[in-house]
Every structure is written in structure tokens, then in C-alpha cells.
């Protein structure tokens, strides 16, 4: 059993910054971790993940401004976030996932909200 520990959120005001972190524990293989956000009514995205040979992908709302890091000693990922817009108001949710077919866990969500 995998469980993820998320932090760092809250309340921001528009062009400022928030890091994130979620804690993995539990025995974990060569993996995938990431950052997915949803608001009401829409569909969980994706955000922002990173492999655990450190190669990162974005999505196109989160590049230039989002910066994924991985300590793999400590199981643990970060999401940097600077210049924050009220469109980045949402909840973010860690996800971990390994193998075909695919086995992923979910944190339990944080949330992240920009207003001034």
C-alpha cells in the first residue's frame, strides 16, 4: 500500500508563488509521480509529472511558470509554482504510478487558491 502526503498549499495573491510537496510511503518501484489539479465541475488535468530518471513533462498552462523536482532518496516530489493566476485556483492532487497495467495512488488533494 502506497501513501501519499501532500503540503504547501493555500492562499496567494495573483503573481506570487507556492511549492508544493507530497511524501511517498510504502514500497515503491521505478515510477512516474505528478501533480493534477480540478476545479468544480471540470476534469482532473494534469499538471506537471516527473520519472524517476528526473524527465519532466508540463502542460502547456503550467510551462515557463511550474517547475517538478523529485528527491528520490527522500520519495519525495515538489511543484514550484511562481507568477500564479486565478485560473491556477484549483485542488491539487500527487499521484504516483508504475507498470502495465498501470497501478497509481492518489493524495488526498490540497488545496491552492490565487485571489487577491
Known amino acids: 500500500q502506497v501513501q501519499l502526503v501532500e503540503s504547501g498549499g493555500g492562499l496567494v495573491q495573483p503573481g506570487g508563488s507556492l511549492r508544493l510537496s507530497c511524501v511517498a510511503s510504502?514500497?515503491?518501484?521505478?515510477?512516474?509521480m505528478g501533480w493534477y489539479r480540478q476545479t468544480p465541475g471540470k476534469q482532473r488535468e494534469l499538471v506537471a509529472s516527473i520519472t524517476s530518471f528526473g524527465r519532466a513533462d508540463y502542460a502547456n498552462s503550467a510551462k515557463g511558470r511550474f517547475t517538478i523536482a523529485r528527491d528520490n532518496f527522500k520519495n519525495t516530489v515538489y511543484l514550484q509554482m511562481n507568477s500564479l493566476k486565478p485560473d491556477d485556483t484549483a485542488v491539487y492532487y500527487c499521484?504516483?504510478?508504475?507498470?502495465?497495467?498501470?497501478?497509481?495512488?492518489w493524495g488526498q488533494g490540497i488545496q491552492v487558491t490565487v485571489s487577491s
Open positions: 510504502g514500497t515503491l518501484s521505478a515510477n512516474v
Open positions: 499521484n504516483i504510478a508504475w507498470g502495465i497495467p498501470r497501478e497509481e495512488y
